[in-house]
């Protein structure tokens, strides 16, 4: 299971510190701390918004810092939209954010050892500093909270209690057929840790698509570990955790309007076949005034399987789905991210005349078994 999962082992030991002089005055703005070393490592960090702060940072390894500028999955605030600028007081950077309950929010790096602390009207709440293993290329940032009670929400879909506290998480989505409670990775990778203590909420978001490891074990802290040579850590610092949600939607972007249909009662399960089990289906919640708006149809309305295909037993789909929209259900065929390598099917030919297909390092076609084989 872990050689199909492809897990990763993370370095024990051997890990560094980055090291940058104190000093902004190399800067062209001061909204922006940019510092860099003699081995090409960068570390930037910034307020995007009076309540997201920003981290990141790269090796010496990264020769186009791809990600310093691009997110696959965040849209960038514009940086201007805060007011914050860094200070130089001796050997320590600072840099305070109004929030809107006007909170004053302060984060102060230290350069001996790459750490930033976190205060909210000059309480201490947080602190985390950045790891690097270069022999590995491994980076890591650790968290540590300065509260004894305190809960950790989110991290995605995971089969783990809604306080993730004391657990362990990986990110690197699988088909994971014989999942059960405590079972990870899954699915989908969601590295967005929420964080609440007296009355501070905060999210940290990890925004890498590299195999990742969050880790909550060790009480008070959360250690991120990433496989790459670049990591992005967005600190969101909310009032409430609709505020926080808010600010995760305006980084995220918001879904487009839903059909009003979608918003009503889904039927799907695995699976009716043949065609007249779907009319019977969609019968009964009618006949027992049970609403319903939408039918799902598995993979057993496919030839064998094969996507963008009806089977034998669903010769009369355009029949069914007429019948089906005349008593107001819409019908959603699923479709599989997997086409069956078979010469003569149509979606396996267009596919190979129109290079779609995933291919690896050696050119080859990357077939996998799935349903049709």
């Known amino acids: 299971t872990q050689k199909r999962l492809n897990i990763k082992k993370i370095p024990s030991n051997k890990w560094s510190y980055p090291v940058f002089e104190p000093k902004i005055a190399d800067n062209t703005s001061t909204h922006q701390l940019v510092l860099k070393n003699n081995a090409n490592e ?29 997110s696959w999955t965040l849209k960038q605030p514009d940086s201007e939209s805060s007011n914050a600028n860094w200070a130089q007081e001796n050997s320590q950077l600072k840099i305070t954010s109004t929030l809107q309950n006007e909170k004053n929010v302060t984060f102060s790096y230290d350069s001996s050892n ?13 602190s985390f500093v950045i790891k690097q293993h270069k022999q590995k290329k491994w980076l890591s940032i650790e968290i540590e909270i300065n509260k004894e009670n305190f809960n950790v929400f989110g991290l995605g879909e995971q089969t783990a209690p809604m306080d993730k506290k004391g657990k362990r998480f990986i990110f690197w989505n699988t088909d994971n ?3 059960k409670t405590g079972t990870t990775p899954l699915y989908q990778s969601w590295p967005i840790a929420i964080v609440q203590f007296d009355h501070s909420f905060y999210a940290f978001i990890f925004d890498n698509p590299a195999y990742t490891e969050i880790d909550l074990k060790d009480q008070g802290k959360i250690k991120y570990f990433v496989h790459d040579f670049e990591l992005n850590l967005y600190v969101l610092i909310g009032s409430s955790y609709k505020d926080l949600v808010q600010q995760i939607a305006d980084l995220s972007g918001t879904i487009y309007p839903l059909p009003k249909w ?4 889904q039927q799907s399960r695995y699976s009716y076949t043949p065609s007249n089990q779907v ?30 295909t009806f089977g034998e037993e669903f010769s009369d789909y355009k029949s069914m789905i007429k019948e089906l929209h005349d008593q107001g259900y819409k019908v959603v ?20 005349q129109n290079n779609y297909f995933i291919r690896d390092s050696k050119n080859e076609l990357i077939t996998i078994k799935v349903w049709p084989g």
Request: with cysteine; hydrophobic share 35%; aromatic share 20%.
């Open 177 to 179: 057929p014989l999942y």
């Open 333 to 352: 065929p699923i479709i599989d991210p997997g086409i069956k390598k078979e010469p003569g099917y149509f979606a396996f030919d267009q596919g190979i």
């Open 42 to 70: 960068k570390l930037l960090s910034e307020f995007l918004t009076n309540s997201i702060f920003k981290i990141y940072f790269s090796t010496n390894s990264v020769e186009n810092n791809f990600y310093e500028k691009f």
């Open 279 to 308: 009319r019977e289906i969609a019968k009964s919640f009618r006949d027992k005034n049970i609403p319903c708006d939408v039918i799902y149809l598995d993979i057993h309305y496919m030839d064998h399987y094969k996507c963008f």
């Open 262 to 265: 979608a918003l009503g009662y």
């Open 114 to 126: 790459a750490s930033f602390v976190s205060f909210q009207n000059d309480a201490k709440e947080f």
